[in-house]
């Protein structure tokens, strides 16, 4: 099962695709917190899903 990781400021909006650069910005419109893809290399596998990024959950 995949998850979408909350943004790391506002704990509300996930991460999307900044386009047209490789950035990734909170959905929260409130919240201006971008990160680098770099910034989930701790996280073994993720991709975007409609340009919202997405997680395996090693969980379930």
Known sequence: ??????CGECMIG???QLRPT?????T???CEHVIAPSD???VDEWKLRNGIVVIADPLL
Request: aromatic share 10%; hydrophobic share 50%; net charge positive.
């Open 28 to 30: 929260n419109p409130a």
């Open 22 to 26: 490789a950035l990734l910005a909170c």
């Open 40 to 42: 989930l290399v701790d």
């Open 1 to 6: 099962m995949w998850i979408k990781p909350r």
């Open 14 to 16: 996930n991460y999307s």
